[in-house]
């Protein structure tokens, strides 16, 4: 086990020296607690809890908290501005925190992706995604790496986008959808410690996809 972040490998982590911003998207109050569209702030929840970090401080429109992870400085960030303004805080938190937006990694549901299915990418649009095309306009740039969390489950009713994604998970998905914040949380550790390829390579493909065949 990683004497520096106990993240489970058997080699010591390789960090990187500039501070990690891992920002997770969602709306406060407790009516969006469990829903699909809140499942980046569970996510970035579930890292906290892992590392020890207490998400406890209210700055830049956003609750925050620091900690130690693969050796290195990472902040973690909920915003608080609602799902359409993300913007508005991660672009504070990035002015006053990172030097690259290389650093910066967003986490947030996908509709278009199956139930906790995973997808990291380094750049790319902001898709349908309300919450992104806010950042995007925000920051006047698309580079920046983000972590997309499936949310489409098998009885998904067309038409229904909003109130769907603003459900609560079901209890039958609940079991899966653990599993993969479980998941998101070491692709998140790989991130921190500076090796975002390793996390799309390992991270990005089905789970239950035999990696030799």
Known sequence: MCPLCLCGENVLCYPSRRMKLIVGLGNPGADYERSRHNVGWMIVDAFAKKFRIDVSKHEKSSMTGEGRVAGGSVKVAKPLTFMNLSGDAV???????????DELMIVYDDIDLPLARLRIKPSGSSGTHNGMRSIVASLASERFPRLRFGVRGAEYPDGRLRDYVLDDFTAEEEPLVNRGIERAVDALVLFARGDLKRAMNEFNRDPEENPNS
């Open 91 to 101: 672009r504070l938190l990035v002015n006053a925190y990172l030097e690259s937006t």
